[in-house]
């Protein structure tokens, strides 16, 4: 069984907050929780270690009406504009769980792996076996500027990532589904960026929906992910343990 939580839209610390919630209470779970929420304008989440103040021009980003959020799993800056962002939660006590961090990062990409190539015809999309090299140092702090172990890739661009938390209840991973290629010249006003971190930015993601979608193609598909994403879950959940 899959437990799966709709809780709306709402600002980007209070869909952080919220997953920190269910990872608290994931004590009293049987059962994984697939977590779905919408973003209250343009919005950005940053890894529990990382200080946004070094990277982002937070004058700028009130400006632009972006709203920052910690997320409570590590991982770095990653903006929700041209994604789909989902949680999923596995108690401790559930078969598919692990104590191995990638195993877990694995099962839980593997599905999104088989949403991605069903829902936009992606066969030569993997799971990638190691991290690619930084271009730059402060790329490392950027999650869709380079490709890391067990991310989604589609001939050598990254299309879902994720960061994860475990604690003795079970983790929490946080996942991200690349639809549209990034406005560099947003990401120039309100960053402090190098010109090494945007040239990754701009190369890395895969764009099934290209350049500048409109609002309805980019809620259609986050719509036929999350119907794809659940699917695929429920699978491996009941016919493939650890």
């Not at 989604?152 to 994860?164: F, L, M, P, S």
Request: net charge neutral.
């Amino acid at each position: 069984m899959l437990r799966i939580i709709d809780t709306g839209t709402a600002y980007s610390q209070e869909n952080m907050d919220k997953d920190k919630t269910f990872l608290e209470i994931l004590r009293n779970e049987t059962h994984p929780i697939l977590h779905f929420y919408e973003w209250r304008g343009p919005s950005a989440t940053f890894g529990y270690f990382i200080n946004p103040k070094k990277y982002i021009n937070l004058e700028k980003a009130k400006q632009h009406d972006l709203h920052l959020g910690q997320r409570p799993t590590g991982g770095g800056i990653l903006f929700h504009i041209w994604d789909f962002a989902f949680s999923f939660l596995m108690p401790s006590s559930h078969k598919n769980f692990s104590l191995n961090t990638l195993d877990n990062y694995r099962f839980v990409n593997e599905a999104v792996l088989e949403a991605v190539g069903k829902l936009f015809s992606l066969e030569d999309s993997t799971l990638i076996p190691e991290s690619f090299p930084a271009s730059a140092p402060i790329c490392q702090n950027f999650c869709m500027a380079r490709p890391t172990q067990y991310d989604v890739v589609y001939r050598g661009t990254k299309i879902a990532g994720a960061a994860q938390r475990r604690k003795s209840q079970g983790y929490l991973h946080q996942g991200t589904i690349s639809l549209a290629l990034p406005q560099i010249d947003f990401l120039r006003e309100v960053l402090y960026a190098e010109p090494v971190l945007l040239d990754a930015m701009a190369q890395y993601p895969f764009a099934p929906l290209g350049t500048a979608p409109s609002l309805s193609a980019l809620a259609d598909a986050r719509g036929e992910l999350r119907t794809a994403l659940a699917e695929k879950l429920l699978a491996k959940i009941q016919t493939d343990p650890l």
